[in-house]
């Protein structure tokens, strides 16, 4: 009949012995699978304990596996300008300042960038050197604690996280007659917070200063002199529910 | 059943996790009180010039007005040498009377300020090289507008006027006084009220002088973009063959030269008349002056002779 059902096929007669044999394979298999995961457990914490001790939250040896350097950006004034000659176009020294502007922004937010967030460069003039004019190079190591977070910081900080708001520059551009900008001067402030290294505790940075960059000829800025200044003051540490938004507030 | 466990143990491991988490964040939180207080940093340089080699620069202020006369083509009716020792981070400022009667590049003897409306700034450059045997490595030259302009641009000037003096359009009493272009011109061009008379008014354009470095030096130290503020007031009013690169450095040295580290004074002379006009007869003892000048770019204030100060005005 069409409509007829398949009947179930029967199941075949099983010995008392094979019976046994599949009852005690299950066990061992329970046995397996609770011993493997708690050996996974004590494995896990024991990365825990070795990788993740005194970070905040979260499950730390994965991030800390794979470290990003956060970045930031400033935020702009209009760009002034110094005439060295005068009875020149007003809006054509205006549009020089302007097109100078980016690249003074840039060059000195990679200067901080190398220097204070990317841990790499804490305490090496190498790092930053290239920023530099020649005469200017023999003062970066000399000033090196100051230029970037310091020789010292590897062993007091562990991460350094630029604030998102706060940060600003002012560029002045010095045009002259042929409204070449001979030289720019960059006024910053620069603010992030440095995660100690005991693990608990953090400073706000801050560092403020003026760099007056001259063109090297290869269409590239570099630093001819410098002043710049850093104030560090120690932070309540947040709480752990508010540690996330606060490092970046 | 497998899956049963294994989610009882993953529960199990999750709730264990999360406690040990959540106890060291609230042990973090506990720790309230920074472990240590970090200090302040503080990094700087400015390009400077340096070396034992003295600069020597003549400052021209020429008499030409706006309109009749380019600045360049008329008489320099304020002459003065500055010289400058990188090394040992001293200075002198030496004026010579404009109406020294001296031998000129261009031919024959005149006033010494009538070289330049006769072959520019490098002729009276010329003549006062042959005259004092400094070669002079630059030059700057302004005029009376621009003086006012310059000074009206940067703010005012800060001049430290060490005696009252009675000028054309009003009295400068002594003292510290915040001068405007026109005032700072004012107190420049006095001379007939001053004992010593042109002797006197080179003089005080030298206090002019050293009070600009003195605000210089102060306001750069305050705010170091102050620098580009004096270089384009600077330049938008004279005329100079001292390149930006040098000015730059210049400004850097002058970080590390105070006023009080800066002679000011004047070539000797005597007054005298040479028809109807008044002339500067210079003392053939200022040639030691300019030879010490020569040799290194300063003149020490104990090393100027009592006879250096001249004779007044009949």
Redesign the interface.
């Known amino acids: 009949m069409a409509n007829e059902k398949t009947p179930l096929r029967d199941t075949a007669p099983t010995s008392p012995e094979r019976a046994q044999k599949t009852a005690d394979r299950s066990t061992v298999a329970r046995r397996r699978i609770v011993v493997g995961i708690i050996v996974a457990l004590v494995v896990i914490a024991g990365l825990w304990f070795l990788f993740g001790r005194g970070e905040d939250g979260g499950i730390p040896f994965i991030s800390s596996s794979a470290p990003e350097v956060p970045t930031f950006h400033f935020s702009k004034a209009q760009p002034k300008y110094e005439a060295l000659q005068a009875h020149l176009a007003k809006a054509k020294l205006e549009k020089a300042a302007k097109h100078a502007l980016p690249t003074i922004e840039k060059s000195t937010g990679q200067l901080l960038q190398a220097g204070y967030v990317n841990p790499d460069g804490w305490g090496d003039a190498g790092s930053i050197n290239d920023f530099f004019t020649d005469d200017a190079k023999a003062q970066v190591e000399p000033n090196v604690d100051t230029l970037t977070l310091g020789k010292s910081a590897s062993d007091q900080f562990d991460t350094f996280t630029p604030n998102k708001k706060g940060n600003t520059i002012k560029v002045t551009a010095l045009i002259d007659g042929n409204l070449n900008v001979t030289r720019a001067a960059a006024e910053f402030t620069f603010k992030g917070t440095a995660a100690n290294s005991d693990g608990t505790t953090k400073s706000k940075v801050t560092v403020t200063g003026t760099l007056f960059f001259v063109p090297d000829g290869n269409g590239d800025w570099k630093i001819e002199s410098f002043h710049v200044d850093r104030e560090e003051k120690p932070h309540k540490a947040p709480s752990a529910s508010a540690s996330a938004s606060e490092a970046t507030s | 059943?497998?899956k049963k466990?294994?989610a009882v143990?993953?529960g199990l491991?999750a709730w264990i996790?999360g406690t040990v988490?959540?106890t060291?964040?609230?042990?973090?939180?506990a720790?309230?009180t920074?472990?240590?207080?970090?200090?302040?940093?503080?990094?700087?340089?400015?390009?400077s010039l340096d070396g034992t080699t003295p600069i020597f620069i003549l400052l021209m202020g020429s008499d030409s007005r706006p309109g009749v006369t380019p600045m360049d083509k008329g008489r320099s009716d304020s002459i003065h040498i500055l010289g400058i020792n990188p090394a040992e981070h001293r200075a002198t400022v030496f004026g010579i009377p404009r109406d020294s009667w001296v031998p000129l590049a261009t031919g024959g003897t005149d006033k010494i300020n009538a070289a330049m409306p006769i072959g520019g700034p490098e002729a009276e450059m010329q003549t006062v090289e042959n005259l004092t045997g400094i070669k002079f490595d630059y030059y700057v030259l302004t005029g009376f507008q621009q003086v006012t302009q310059a000074v009206n641009q940067i703010g005012g000037l800060e001049v430290n006027v060490p005696y009252s003096v009675v000028g054309y359009k009003q009295t400068f009493p002594s003292g510290l006084h915040r001068m405007t272009g026109q005032e700072v011109l004012g107190y420049s061009r006095t001379r007939h009220s001053l004992p010593l008379g042109d002797f006197d008014r080179s003089l005080n354009q030298g206090v002019v002088l050293l009070s600009a470095l003195t605000q210089f030096r102060n306001e750069y130290a305050k705010?170091?973009?102050r620098?580009?503020?004096w270089?384009?007031a600077g330049?938008?009013?004279v005329q100079t063959t001292v390149p930006?690169d040098e000015l730059?450095k210049l400004a850097?040295l002058a970080q590390s030269i105070p006023a009080t580290r800066v002679t000011n004074l004047v070539a000797m002379g005597t007054s005298a008349m040479n028809g109807t006009q008044s002339i500067v007869n210079l003392s053939p003892d200022n040639q030691a002056l300019w030879q010490d000048m020569a040799k290194d770019g300063y003149i020490l204030k104990n090393a100027i002779p009592k006879a250096a100060t001249p004779a007044p005005l009949p």
């Not at chain 2, 060291?24 to 939180?29: K, R, V, Y």
């Not at chain 2, 472990?35 to 340089?45: I, N």
């Open positions: 059943m497998i466990l294994l143990v993953l491991s996790g988490a959540g060291i964040g609230n042990g973090t939180a720790q309230a920074p472990l240590f207080k970090l200090e302040q940093a503080h990094a700087d340089f400015t390009p705010d170091p973009t620098l580009y503020d270089l384009g330049l938008r009013t930006i730059i850097g």
